[in-house]
């Protein structure tokens, strides 16, 4: 059993009575049942308005004016021209003549006209003149020794070298060593709806509409940039476009788009376009380990000896776990982050881990080859011992049988013809957990009920788990209860990110639900002549635990309320929710050795997550963390020409993402720990594919890939390396 | 125009999927064979000069004639979503990449982002906003909500006109032209799996 997850500050720390009362039951009927999306239906038919589709009365277009250069610094910023031009409302500089640009696409100024097509016209009128200055684009330029030092305080930013045990004795031990480079590059989110709010200003008060991962943790940026008060800031996102970490901040972005509907007197729409979504709006870091790692002749892991370095972009960190999850006894590692001129990072589906698991894995299997020992074995034999949020020898054990591991042969298919065939497998944790949020359940005398909370359906389907764990509580049907989400007038919620949101914000639903129901039973143990303790709900029915036919129609209870409403409210408690997953995944891929080219053939995940709330949508979870995490293994990259610090492929066409030919079967096992509550599944799932195809890749050709993406090239440079000096 | 199905009865310059047409663009040979099209058309005898300014252009969308005036320039996408407030059909890329825009143009699947508004006059306009018979579904987006296949959703109209598309072409389609009818679409949650069971299911279903 887990420790139970640490309250956040200022939460209880004890398990309350309520919890106590209301904690998850053992057995549930809707919550873990496959359950359809509720917006479904507004999602398929284009109904659903997403921040994109919000068209307000008299609305202006808002246009970002950015930097072309990846440094310079501003000379002066002309908006004269771009004022006149027609259908023009507002002109505001962003940053000011003297200030410097750090990458291609910083912010400048902003315009709004009266159309679309009217604000590109007006951006190509204004003029700033720029005093173009030396710039770094790439990390191997940055740290070069003659590299211009364009950051103030240097382009490296060292980090504290951690050591654990002897590494000395560690390489003692071994009998085999790896002595290699790893890497992972630069990606971007891509959200489909790319950036961007509408904003709207009555007096002093401002709704923005925002396509945002927090609309109560955006409210309260905003309300500090603009200097106002938060509770004049109201933001709302019914629907949104896709985030994966990177619409957790309300940016330049929406402050300019406020700061453009006050000086128009009108609402403004600003989007970002797909050019500016992959220069400004975040990306994954890059990531490098030097390694030398060691292996005892008995196949035990001995010692890891690491340097480490990534760059997040113009001043933003690297950092990432290494090495990940297997148990190097004796080791040391020193980071450092490289700063150059692009676009901050922000977080990317599980900031971090991605790249400490392929960076660990690759490597696994080299060590794994070296003793002649199976990979999977390997794997299990020197994995942390088991534990709640460490499941990975059984996970391994299990998946390994599911996914017919027996049947891989060993490094490099022998099978003739150009297609070989390969197995490879990876771990993954994550922590997810809970933290600060609210709810508010309303019941009312004609027996509708809604379940209020301001959090946000990011596309993980919260909205409908809103409403199953209410219906859940309250013994109705899904269909019967409306959930409110995606405001700031709903209680406070934090952040969708970090696989936090079900476990934060179903705790005070179910609780808020559980109050809600006892108060209704107070109304109905006096008119039935029971005490309301002995009352449970089910199936739309009030009535005696012990005696099903004791009792009333939902309907009839509510009517007991007169002209009253019921609203209580709850916020998270400890208890109800854990911290800490695990999980591995499994890829069969197919290489074409005259090509280079890589097909991902099937992934099978086996993956924790606590208490499974929809079936239906946390598989869908899954799948998306897989195909993702296939997009970095193979496909997306943000390239850099080296001379000019340009983003080359900003666009969707040549930065490649999967499409349907892409797609392996996806084969998902859930483990559910009931007794640990909610946890999480968005990000998990897309840790350990890159890493697991890599491994495949080097089972199917005896080539191994270092580095990210694994392109046709790459893969033919490896293969005739591999030629050329055997198994490395 | 700018048709991505690959059923088309138009010259074979067309028939081609997104990542064919890569292919073929990287050895130059499909690149000169659209300019060469290009080029007749635009030394047409005769060619009637529209714009810069706003005209006024009438789209038959969904059965009913909208009238709107629009600059030239304006792509069908566009006009529709912030000129009509069909705003079912989305953005993504602008450029013809992710489908997101995907509607059936007389008969044929197109990128409404890439598609000018002012030369599909007169053409069946489709898009996702009048796919349902109020509140029942098509028999595709009723597939789509039972398999789960969505998450955020934004590329969901794309892919239900796209599925749309390729079964009233194909309505017992091969997997091979299922594969081929949703490639030209993309979604960043990674609902691929689901969206390919959904369209299994509704293969064969008649529009109910």
């Known amino acids: 059993m887990a420790k139970p997850q640490n309250p956040p500050a200022g939460q209880p720390d004890k398990i309350s009575d309520l919890v106590k009362k209301w904690n998850w039951p053992e057995k549930m009927t809707v919550v873990g049942s496959p359950v359809k999306r509720l917006d479904g239906p507004d999602k398929v038919t284009g109904r659903a308005k997403y921040t ?214 009108a609402p403004v729409k600003m989007f970002m376009d797909r050019k500016e979504e992959h220069l400004d709006s975040g990306n994954r870091p890059s990531a490098t380990a030097s390694v030398k790692a060691g292996v005892s002749a008995d196949g035990r892991l001995t010692a890891w000896d690491g340097q480490t370095w990534g760059t997040g972009g113009a001043g933003a960190g690297s950092n990432f776990p290494l090495p990940y999850i297997y148990d190097f006894p004796n080791r040391r590692r020193s980071h450092k982050d490289v700063f150059t001129n692009t676009g901050q990072q922000r977080p990317m589906r599980a900031p971090g881990h991605p790249q400490g698991s392929f960076l660990t894995e690759v490597l696994m299997d080299e060590l794994a080859d070296l003793v002649k020992v199976d990979p999977l074995e390997f794997r299990i034999k020197n994995c942390p011992p088991l534990a709640a949020n460490a499941m990975w020898r059984s996970y391994l054990a299990e998946g ?37 949020s609210a709810a508010r359940c309303e019941i009312t005398p004609d027996g509708a009920v809604a379940l209020k909370a301001g959090t946000q359906d990011i596309g993980t389907g919260t909205r409908t788990i809103v409403a199953m764990v209410t219906a859940e509580t309250l013994g109705l049907p899904v269909s019967a209860i409306t959930p409110m989400i995606g405001d700031t007038i709903y209680p406070a919620c934090g952040n969708s990110g970090g696989s936090t949101t079900a476990a934060s914000v179903m705790p005070p639903v179910r609780l808020a639900a559980g109050k809600a129901l006892d108060a209704l039973c107070a109304r109905v143990g006096p008119a039935l002549g029971v005490d309301p303790a002995t009352l449970v709900a089910t199936n739309g029915r009030i009535h005696v635990k012990d005696n099903p036919s004791k009792g009333m129609a939902w309907k009839d209870a509510c009517r007991l309320l007169g002209t009253e409403m019921i609203a209580t409210d709850a916020g998270w408690e400890i208890g109800m929710s854990s911290t800490g997953t695990s999980g591995c995944q499994f890829a069969e891929v197919t290489v074409d050795v005259e090509t280079g080219i890589v097909k991902v053939k099937r992934v099978l995940v086996v993956q924790d997550c606590g208490i499974v709330m929809d079936k239906l949508t946390a598989e869908s979870q899954v799948n998306g963390g897989v195909v993702g995490s296939l997009n970095f293994a193979l496909y997306e990259d943000r390239i850099l020409d080296r001379n000019t610090g340009q983003m080359v492929n900003p666009n969707m066409e040549s930065y490649l993402l999967a499409g349907m030919s892409e797609m392996p079967k996806i084969e998902v096992h859930l483990k559910e720990q009931r007794e640990r509550g909610v946890i999480g599944i968005g990000e998990p799932p897309t840790v350990s594919t890159a890493a697991a195809i890599a491994c495949a890749v080097r089972n199917a050709t005896g080539a191994t890939i270092r580095s990210l993406p694994m392109t046709p090239q790459k893969v033919l440079e490896a293969m005739q390396q591999q030629k050329a000096g055997g198994l490395s | 125009m700018n048709p991505k199905d690959d059923q088309s009865k138009k010259p074979d310059v067309f028939n081609v999927s997104r990542r064919d047409f890569l292919k073929s663009a990287s050895v130059g040979g499909l690149v000169t064979a659209v300019t060469a099209v290009a080029e007749v058309e635009a030394q047409a005898p005769g060619a009637q000069v529209i714009g810069p300014g706003e005209v006024p252009i009438q789209l038959n969308v969904n059965g009913k004639q909208i009238n709107l005036r629009i600059e030239p320039r304006v792509t069908l996408l566009d006009a529709l979503r912030m000129r009509a407030d069909l705003t079912g059909n989305k953005r993504g890329c602008d450029r013809g990449a992710c489908g997101a825009c995907t509607m059936i143009v007389d008969g044929r699947t197109a990128y409404s982002c890439s598609t000018l508004a002012i030369e599909v006059q007169g053409k069946r306009i489709r898009t996702v906003d009048g796919l349902a018979e109020g509140n029942k579904l098509h028999p595709v987006q009723q597939a789509f909500c039972d398999a789960d296949a969505m998450m955020c959703g934004f590329c969901t109209p794309g892919f239900v006109m796209a599925t749309v598309g390729v079964l009233e072409k194909y309505p017992k389609a091969t997997d091979a032209q299922l594969y081929k009818g949703l490639d030209g679409n993309i979604c960043r949650c990674g609902t691929f799996p689901r969206i390919l069971e959904a369209a299994m299911k509704v293969r064969g279903v008649s529009r109910g």
């Open chain 1, 52 to 265: 994109f589709d919000i068209n307000r009365p008299g609305m202006m277009y808002g246009k970002m004016i950015r930097s072309p250069h990846p440094h310079a610094r501003i000379v002066s910023i002309d908006l004269t021209e771009a004022q006149k031009a027609p259908g023009v409302k507002a002109a505001l500089n962003y940053k000011q003549a003297g200030a410097e640009v750090m990458y291609q696409g910083d912010p400048v100024a902003a315009i709004a006209a009266d159309t679309e097509e009217r604000v590109n016209d007006a951006a190509r009128l204004v003029k700033v003149q720029y005093e173009v200055m030396p710039h770094v684009a790439l990390v191997e330029l940055a740290m070069a020794a003659a590299a211009p030092v364009v950051f103030k305080d240097g382009n490296v930013r060292p980090g504290m070298t951690q050591e654990n045990g002897d590494l000395d004795a560690g390489f003692k031990d071994a009998a085999y060593t790896v002595e290699q480079t790893y890497s992972t590059h630069v990606i971007t989110h891509v959200c489909m709806e790319t950036h961007g709010s509408v904003c709207e200003w009555e007096g002093d008060k401002l709704t923005v509409w925002l396509s945002t991962q927090g609309v109560h943790g955006t409210a309260q940026q905003l309300a500090m940039a603009l200097g106002i008060p938060q509770t004049n800031v109201r933001v709302i996102c019914q629907y949104m476009g896709g985030g994966f970490g990177s619409k957790a901040q309300a940016g330049a972005e929406a402050l300019m788009c406020a700061k453009l509907a006050k000086a128009a007197g």
């Open chain 1, 400 to 436: 390994g049988q599911l996914f017919g591991w027996e049947k891989r042969h060993p490094t490099v298919d022998q099978t003739p013809g150009p297609i070989k065939t390969g197995f490879g497998c990876a771990v993954n944790q994550w922590g997810g957990g809970g933290r600060a």
